[in-house]
């Protein structure tokens, strides 16, 4: 029986590379195989350059519009990040947020033309809006699972950790092993355990 939900808001941003758009299929792929609706859409930057990705997952029987609302998510995913700083007006007191603390340093950084805060500042700006905040070195976590690639599943699994998203870990699971090449399915499950577990949910 599918969980009642009138809205629940999922963004999920980073860069170029990461998986944004992967995670948020997967997502959206589980939900509509539970029942739930589901809205959603992917506003992509210069991708092949690190560009800055981002991904909405709409679900609920009251979601009509497939964009979040200024101050309406209810979890921000943040694979990068300086990308949820770029997402912050999305975020109200109760948002979840999960940040992966591994940077990628903007070309633009290294050219000297800006500036990339620290992870402190970031978390900092971040606590001002919602003290909800999950930070865990994600792409460590990859690496400890087999694949530095499953970066993306490491926070999908801290997604479904974190306890606000009603689609079960088995569909996720299921869909996680039909998206992924064959010979990476192991990599990527022991990859999105660990991201279930730095949330404290096994």
């Known amino acids: 029986m599918v969980t009642a939900v009138k809205e629940l808001n999922i963004i999920i941003a980073g860069v170029g590379g990461q998986g944004v758009v992967l995670m948020s299929e997967i997502l959206g792929n589980a939900a509509v195989r539970e029942g739930f609706r589901v809205r959603g859409s992917e506003v992509l930057g210069m991708a092949q350059r690190g560009g800055s990705v981002f991904s909405n997952i709409r679900l609920g029987d009251e ?39 591994r940077k990628i340093i903007p070309a633009t950084v290294s050219m000297g033309k800006s500036t990339y805060p620290e992870i402190d500042q970031i978390i900092a700006r971040l606590k001002m809006v919602t003290p909800n905040i999950i930070t865990l070195d994600a792409t460590d976590l990859a690496e400890k699972a087999g694949s530095r690639q499953a970066t993306n599943v490491v926070m999908l699994g801290a997604a479904m950790g974190c306890g606000k998203i009603p689609i079960k870990v088995e569909t996720v699971k299921e869909v996680i092993k039909e998206r992924v090449p064959a010979k990476a399915v192991d990599a990527n499950m022991k990859a999105f355990d660990l991201g279930a577990q730095a949330c404290n949910i096994k």
């Not at 990068?80 to 947020?97: C, D, F, G, H, M």
């Open 63 to 101: 979601v009509y519009a497939p964009l979040t609302t200024d101050g309406k998510c209810d979890v921000l995913v943040a694979v990068e990040p300086s990308e949820a700083l770029r997402n912050i007006q999305y975020l109200n007191k109760n948002t979840t947020v999960i940040l992966n603390t």
